[in-house]
Nanobody
Framework: QVQLVESGGGLVQPGGSLRLSCVAS????????MRWYRQVPGKQRELVAS???????SYADSVKGRFTISRDGAKNTVYLQMNSLEPEDTAVYYC?????????WGQGTQVTVSS
């Protein structure tokens, strides 16, 4: 059974950094596009970053130059390195994959950027 387990969220001051991790079981991450989303109350879930099997990445305009998505195939883990964090980055961040026509989400990890 596919499971995604996220970690790395927390409270950080503006300008700080966090690295989120998403560890998969029941699936080989490198074979599928992986995505990070975020959501705040009252708003649509927003696509933040994605990485495809070939390693190409894409980012939302709001995080370009600050966030980096990567993966470690040996650890079956996808990461989101977040630098120069802003209060507007505060959200619950989710890992996502579509496998055999089923959408899987991690449990979400809270990122709060505040002074």
């Amino acid at each position: 059974q596919v499971q995604l387990v996220e970690s790395g969220g927390g409270l950080v001051q503006p300008g700080g950094s966090l690295r989120l991790s998403c560890v998969a079981s029941g699936i080989i991450f490198s074979s599928y596009p992986m995505r990070w989303y975020r959501q705040v109350p009252g708003k649509q879930r927003e696509l933040v970053a994605s990485i495809i099997s070939g390693g190409s990445t894409s980012y939302a305009d709001s995080v370009k130059g600050r966030f980096t998505i990567s993966r470690d195939g040996a650890k079956n883990t996808v990461y989101l390195q977040m630098n120069s964090l802003e209060p507007e980055d505060t959200a619950v961040y989710y890992c996502n994959v579509i496998y055999r026509a089923t959408v899987y989400w991690g449990q979400g990890t809270q990122v709060t950027v505040s002074s």
